[in-house]
């Protein structure tokens, strides 16, 4: 069964603070990997990781993909308030299935 | 571009009550999902649909749980009957077909609470 494990479940830190968010996978084949955040209610997209070792940034969000280790990290510096939400992985199992295995997320929070 | 409609957003029911959500994609996707968030945890896929066609309903509990897009555009999922368990976050989502999973965007989901 495919299987997506993030950690910690929960987090809190303080404004300013840099975050490593841990996202773990087993997947019968393996596609690409996802992040996303959610506010709300509705995920928004972050980054999709497809090859080892090359970074995604976009502003203070970083991620990287190690495909041999089966896992991929988010990293966020200099947390804002704003950046508080819950993170989510996800990965798409195969090719040609176009569907997303996500994991239990990570409830961030951040204090001012 | 007008994005995934959901409604309604918020729905209490009783226990062993039916219960209905509907769904518009965005215009031009023809893959749509039905995912389950229930509190805590992450979206969980209940059904897929490729334009009227159903490509995954795996995990769709189908003693209770029916979902229809019979016109291959807007979509249905129904309860009968719900049970507390069912209380969670039901996410519509849409994506262009042939694209991936990745390029689905979500609605702003209906939280369904069953008491």
């Known amino acids: 069964e495919d299987k997506v494990v993030q950690s910690p479940l929960s987090l809190v830190v303080h404004e300013g603070d840099t975050v490593t968010l841990n996202c773990s996978y087993e997947?019968?084949?393996?596609?690409?990997l996802l992040w996303y955040k959610q506010e709300k209610k509705a995920p928004t997209f972050l980054f999709m990781l497809t090859s080892s070792g090359i970074e995604k940034k976009s502003g203070r969000l970083s991620s990287i993909l190690d495909k041999k280790e089966l896992f991929s990290i988010l990293n966020i510096t200099a947390t804002q308030t704003g950046d508080s939400a819950v993170y989510l992985c996800?990965?798409?199992?195969?090719?040609?299935?176009?569907?997303?295995?996500f994991g239990q997320g990570t409830r961030l929070t951040i204090n001012p | 571009e007008a994005g995934v409609a959901q409604s309604p957003r918020y729905k209490i029911i009783e226990k062993r009550q039916s219960v209905a959500f509907w769904c518009n994609p965005i215009s031009g996707h023809a893959t749509l999902y039905w995912y389950q968030q229930i509190l805590g945890q992450g979206p969980k896929l209940l059904i897929q649909f490729q334009n009227n066609g159903v490509v995954d309903d795996s995990q769709l509990p189908k003693d209770r749980f029916s979902a229809e897009r019979l016109k291959g555009v807007d979509s249905t999922l129904k309860i009968q009957p719900a049970k507390l368990e069912d209380s969670a976050v039901y996410l519509c989502?849409?994506?262009?077909?042939?694209?991936?999973?990745?390029?689905?965007?979500f609605g702003q989901g209906t939280r369904l609470t069953v008491v």
């Open positions: 989502a849409s994506s262009f077909l042939g694209h991936t999973g990745a390029e689905a965007f």
């Open positions: 997947v019968t084949n393996f596609r690409s």
């Open positions: 996800a990965v798409e199992p195969e090719r040609g299935a176009q569907k997303l295995v």
